[in-house]
């Protein structure tokens, strides 16, 4: 069970930092991934770690940014959101998955296996 917690209302220019819990160890190698879901839009990715190469990956709206980390001894993640647009306003997602994959689909949604019930981020302009 994973729980996504740090959304709020923030002007623009503004920072927020998202987390997810999970309760349960999260898989060796497994992606740590964030979405985000926009009204009347469908999800979309937001940026993702890869546990087993410590890379990261960025949307390019989001690229220099927003940063994604971890904290392996906590089973959580983080997303740290600065120079906020309200282009940025969402329910944001954190998600994973019980098994290691390949790099060309960690940014599908359809990959990830657990996900959180959603944080919502609203940004003011």
């Known amino acids: 069970q994973l729980q996504a917690s740090g959304g709020g209302l923030v002007q623009s220019g503004g920072s927020l930092r998202l987390s997810c819990a999970a309760s349960?160890?999260?898989?060796?190698?497994?992606?740590m991934g964030w979405f985000r879901q926009a009204p009347e839009k469908e999800r979309e990715f937001v940026a993702a770690i890869d546990t087993f190469t410590s890379r990261t990956y960025y949307a390019d709206s989001v690229k220099g940014r927003f940063t994604v980390s971890r904290d392996s001894a906590k089973n959580a993640w983080y997303l740290q959101m600065n120079s906020l647009k309200p282009a940025d306003t969402a329910v944001y997602y954190c998600?994973?998955?019980?098994?290691?994959?390949?790099?060309?689909?960690?940014?599908?949604?359809?990959?990830?296996?657990?996900w959180g019930q959603g944080t919502l981020v609203t940004v003011s302009s």
């Open positions: 349960q160890r999260t898989n060796s190698g497994a992606p």
């Open positions: 998600a994973t998955r019980s098994a290691r994959i390949i790099t060309s689909y960690i940014s599908r949604a359809e990959v990830y296996d657990y």
